[in-house]
């Protein structure tokens, strides 16, 4: 299905938008819930990617196929390593069969893991034959995705002596390691994070408690773009939110002042207001510890005609598509004056916005998401618009309740 954004009825939008709980949050807490059964978990993700993992984790098949799910794919991974007894074949679409895996192979093998690849080297799909892992050191590269990192720490408590961490070189998105550790700690799992080492304790019994997800800050990136774009006065709420957060997304309240949007946090929600015009012409910013929002921004950054260059982008090259490469595409079509590096994107100012483009989305959800935006400034068709329900099953319908004219193709 493709969807075709004609505009919106108002550029003065006042509305409230309920969004399910983080993806990043869900998919770590069902990892733990079946790791310690006390658990319970509310305002769970409804993301296809946290279906995906639901079923895994369920299921007493010995084939599983998780799709897009690279999250469900790292995470699982380590777990089903762990599995006494059990041995499954992990694999996916075809894009994540080229999504490599072997950093994290290799750590799990290290702690004693019965893995082997069934097509290519390095790359899913894998067969894992569980079995208890008595080693409790290992080491891994720092500057690769932090999901492998979050994929050990999310078994080192189940592991007879815990484990301990040593990471090498230069450490990428810090928030999403905390964000794990600090959800470990909330079902009473100890650990240390100092310098390049984790330390995490063993567990045998978490205290009984239910955990509410908080709503997810990468989904309400496209709102914040929205009223970027918007007129002044604009205000769209968003529920539910909280000032401290886990997510390293939540840094958007920060990035988002220089584009004239100020945050301001209720109990439980987060309204995001358009009080000026944008700053000054470029915006810089290291997303080092955020860079699944980089779409998004650079995607504001086009449409209000600005400048921007952004860094600490190397993780883009391994997700859903190369998204750098994806979005110069993409940003060239409307009409853009865009280049890339293997970790950097930079956007020169321009006021010229092609008219009916068709955006192409990579199956990747947040090339739709971070595009939609634009119908406020010109029309424009995204292609395989259903992809959003990877992350943002209500996506489009809730688009139009702010007022934005689509019609499905």
Known sequence: MNIRIEGVTKKLIKESIFISGSKSESNRLLILQKLFSELSIENLSDSDDTHHLQHALT??????????A????????????????????????????????????????DLGAEISYVEKEGYPPLKISGKEL????????????????????????????????ELIGKITSIPYIEMTLSLMDQ??????????????APLKEAKAQTLVVESDWS???????????????????????KKESL?????????YEHFGVETSFDSNSVTLKKVSERGENTLEVDLNKAPDIAQTIAVTCFGLGMSCNLFGLHTLKIKETDRLEALKAELTKMGADISV??????????????????????????MAMAFAPLGLRTS??????????????????????????????
């Open 380 to 409: 424009l068709e995204v292609i395989d618009a259903k992809v959003v329900t990877k992350s943002y099953r209500n996506f489009w319908s809730d688009l139009q309740q702010i007022g934005f004219q689509l019609t499905e193709k």
């Open 134 to 165: 008595t080693q409790d050191t290992v080491k891994i590269n720092g500057n690769v995705s932090s999901q492998y990192i979050s994929a050990l720490l999310l078994i080192a408590a189940s592991l007879p002596k815990g484990l301990t961490i």
């Open 247 to 255: 997510q390293g997304d939540s840094v958007l309240s920060e990035i």
């Open 187 to 200: 079902i009473g799992i100890k650990s240390q994070f100092e310098g390049q080492i984790i330390k995490v």
């Open 70 to 109: 690279g999250t469900a794919m790292r995470f699982l991974t380590a777990f089903f390593a762990t599995q006494n007894n059990r041995t499954v074949v992990l694999s996916g679409s075809d894009r994540m069969h080229n999504r490599p895996i072997q950093i994290l192979v290799n750590a799990l093998r």
């Open 219 to 241: 989904s309400a990136s496209y709102f914040y773009s929205i009223v970027a774009l918007c007129d002044v006065g604009t205000e769209i709420t968003l529920t539910a939110y």
């Open 341 to 366: 590096t293997d970790h950097s994107l930079h956007l020169q100012s321009s006021t010229k916005i092609n008219a009916d483009v068709a955006i192409e989305t990579y199956n990747d959800h947040r």
């Open 59 to 68: 299921t007493s098949d010995s084939e599983i196929n998780i799709g897009h």
